[in-house]
């Protein structure tokens, strides 16, 4: 009797652990809400507040940030900048640690971008960069939580599986650490009691799963953890491609995972160090009966495996938007309609948004004021010399931009890179479509096809082949040493395909929607100054293993991004994919004719 009653004071205790989480998460939710409604108002304050905080820094000094008074004044004395801008100063204070050249407050992390075409930037993190990031991942979560969540928050039926892992974390000469944020944050499992135990109350792994350095191990104890859990609620990744790449390991590990849960134990060929294997067996029980249970749903095939496994998944959060697009197509496979909630617009340099609309299509975020101070490109001028700027308040609906961010952790006018579309407002707040990356766009000769633009081809393209062949991934090269210069594709698709006569079609259609999409692209075909496209089919797994080389060279599955444009890619990289061509179409006098009549 004593011990139930002590167990019930332990999920009480729990319960209430979670509640006050959430509640926490929806208090910021409420500010971030209230705060659009004097968004004019916030973004002044925060920015005379930056300019004060950093007016005693080297930096702050050469651009008398003291005597600066208005928005005005600051773009009239601060230029727009990129990355090459602060990069001596960066590599400076990451040898010496002396930050105070560019912030106020000690830089306590740099995170490292991907890295994929060269050395990777270091982004500053400052103790208030960290706290605002807090601020808008929390409300996002209650945002969620009380949006999809139709039950009492309680650790029974809240249980997430949580597909992120911490990789290890270098450090500059001078001792700052370096490294993915997501590592740096799950390395406070091993200070932070009471963060190990927010992770056991809150996901279905505990803390030691999420601390295991390689993401393919990781997974697969996630996967396992989970399927222990009949009642969970949620799958969260930061991205549709890390789900998709779990669910992959799902497809092709069922049988090994299903006998792990029939004898209580991990299997031997998973390369975990023996002190974690240990503590993870040591809370596993066997559990024959679940392990049939899920051995018959695997063994009718994964499409909707989801909610036939997990009856009660509320939700699937990941950014779906931009590239992700393409995965999300993909994931649908397995959902089956359980909905997917891309709730962040985030980047290493500042937060920008929530998703506050997830019926929204397609998936949109509102800005949130506090997190920088914005301002915003038209599209027009991204190309100027000296672009002008609009502030946040004053987007046009239906307009594109480049966002420019002025941060608290050191970046002044900073242009994202990032180009959005104003869709509406929140309040006061716009409301933002992700277009896509500036540095994506396809450029040989003026014309500037973007991604969506390319995305849309393939799709439309593939329909070519009827419903059942799909788009697993694909990179585009600008090849500048063909004459006239033309995109080559490198395109990987669900079947091999071959037969000759459709793949001819195929790359006609993709032509012919690009010229649909992109009139200067039609008009520079049509006179041959860009050449006629070439399509390249790759083996199976080529892109699975351009990952894997990517991911080896440093960077982190929880962050990475299937570089779009080959051209920014290391030549190595590059000649691999290209080794892995079985199919190449390129066009005849006749069908580029054929592709041109629109
Ligand atoms: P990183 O700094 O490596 O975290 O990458 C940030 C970049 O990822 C952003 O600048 C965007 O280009 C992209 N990104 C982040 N969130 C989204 C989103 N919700 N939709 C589309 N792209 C996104």
């Not at 960066?90 to 040898?95: L, T």
């Not at 308040?393 to 579309?421: K, N, P």
């Amino acid at each position: 009797m004593f011990r139930n009653i002590s167990k019930t004071i332990k999920e009480i205790r729990d319960d209430f652990f979670l509640y006050l989480w959430f509640l926490l998460g929806q208090q910021n939710l409420k500010k971030i809400e209230k705060e659009t409604a004097s968004a004019a108002q916030i973004q002044k304050k925060l920015l005379k507040s930056i300019l004060r905080l950093q007016k005693n820094t080297q930096y702050g000094k050469k651009y008398n940030f003291a005597t600066i008074r208005s928005a005005t004044d600051f773009q009239k004395a601060h230029p727009l900048t990129t990355y090459e801008h602060y990069k001596s100063i960066i590599e400076d204070i990451a040898n010496t640690g002396n930050f105070t050249q560019l912030v106020a407050e000690p830089i306590t992390f740099f995170q490292v971008t991907s890295g994929t075409t060269g050395k990777g930037k270091l982004i500053p993190r400052t103790k208030r960069l960290s706290l605002s990031f807090l601020k808008i991942s929390q409300a996002m979560g209650a945002f969620a939580e009380s949006y999809y969540q139709k039950q009492r928050i309680s650790t029974k039926n809240c249980r997430t599986l949580g597909l992120v892992n911490a990789l290890p974390l270098d450090s500059t000469p001078s001792g700052i650490l370096t490294g993915s944020p997501t590592s740096k944050g799950l390395r406070q499992l091993n200070k932070s009691k009471l963060a190990r135990q927010f992770v056991g109350l809150k996901f279905t792994s505990s803390a030691s799963v999420f601390l295991i350095p390689d993401y393919k191990e990781a997974y697969y104890c996630h996967l396992l953890f989970a399927l222990l859990e009949p009642r969970l609620s949620s799958i969260s990744a930061n991205f549709a491609s890390n789900i998709l790449e779990a669910l992959q390991t799902l497809e092709q590990k069922w049988p090994q995972l299903v006998d792990d849960i029939e004898f209580g134990r991990i299997d031997r060929n998973l390369n975990l160090d023996p002190a974690t294997r240990e503590e993870l067996e040591s809370s596993l029980q066997p559990n024959p009966a679940l392990a049939e249970s899920l051995r018959t749903e695997f063994e009718k095939g994964f499409q909707g495996i989801l909610p036939r496994i997990w009856n009660q998944l509320s939700c699937i959060a990941c950014i779906t938007t931009g590239s992700m697009r393409l995965y999300r197509e993909r994931l649908e496979y397995y959902a089956n309609g359980v909905p997917f909630y891309s709730g962040a617009y985030g980047a290493s340099e500042a937060w920008i948004g929530i998703n506050l609309d997830p019926q929204r299509e397609p998936q949109s975020y509102v800005i949130a004021p506090h997190s920088a101070f914005f301002e915003f490109i038209p599209i027009k001028e991204i190309d100027a010399d000296t672009p002008t700027t609009v502030d946040l308040t004053s987007l046009c609906i239906g307009e594109s931009y480049e966002i420019v961010v002025t941060t608290v952790a050191g970046l002044y006018r900073y242009r994202m890179g990032d180009i959005v579309r104003c869709i509406g407002f929140y309040n006061q707040s716009p409301i933002v479509e992700f277009l896509y990356r500036r540095g994506s766009l396809l450029n040989l000769a003026g014309e500037k096809v973007s991604e969506d633009t390319i995305f849309t081809a393939l799709t439309e393209g593939i329909k070519t082949f009827g419903d059942d062949c799909q788009i697993v991934d694909y990179s585009i090269q600008m090849e500048f040493s063909s004459h006239p210069w033309r995109y080559a594709i490198y395109l990987e698709v669900s079947k091999i395909l071959e037969t000759p006569s459709n793949l001819q079609l195929f790359r006609d259609k993709i032509e012919q929607v690009i010229c649909e999409l992109n009139q200067v692209y039609s008009i520079l075909r049509k006179s041959n100054i860009i050449g006629a496209l070439e399509l390249n089919l790759v083996s199976k797994d080529s892109f699975k293993e351009l990952k894997t080389k990517i991911i080896s060279q440093g960077s982190s599955e929880a962050q990475f991004k299937m570089p779009r444009l080959l051209n920014n890619l290391k030549p190595e990289l590059v000649e691999f994919l290209q080794d892995k061509v079985y199919y190449r179409a390129s066009s005849t006098q006749r069908t580029l004719e054929r592709s041109l009549i629109h």
